[in-house]
Nanobody, 127 residues
């Protein structure tokens, strides 16, 4: 079974930072693109970042560019997302997901661009 387990969500004050992790199992990690997505209440799922694990090339969504850093620990089949300067509009359920597709296409396609999804972790940013 393919599993993506996200963790690290919680309540954060505006201006603060968050660190999320996603442990991936059941796939050959380095062959995939792993992405972070988020979905706020009443909104569509939005691409946050996506990494081509094989060479570490990473892309970011417009709303988080400059505030987000995605990294991977290939030995642990784990990706991390760190975001700074958080805003209340960053409040959402954050999901990690995996795909063979190109990261840029996957980020634009949102929920339709990824093959496997984890269950998500809630991040709430208070003002």
């Amino acid at each position: 079974d393919v599993q993506l387990q996200a963790s690290g969500g919680g309540l954060v004050q505006a201006g603060g930072s968050l660190s999320l992790s996603c442990v991936v199992s059941g796939i050959t990690f380095v062959d995939y693109r792993i992405g972070w997505f988020r979905q706020a209440p009443g909104k569509e799922r939005e691409g946050v970042s996506c990494m081509r694990i094989g060479d570490g090339t990473t892309y970011y969504g417009h709303s988080v560019k400059g505030r987000a850093t995605m990294s991977s620990d290939n030995a642990q089949n784990t990706v991390h997302l760190r975001m700074n300067s958080l805003k209340p509009e960053d409040t959402a359920v954050y999901y990690c997901a995996a795909t063979y597709n190109d990261c840029r296409d996957a980020l634009r396609a949102g929920i339709y661009g990824m093959l496997y999804w984890g269950r998500g972790t809630l991040v709430t940013v208070s003002s």
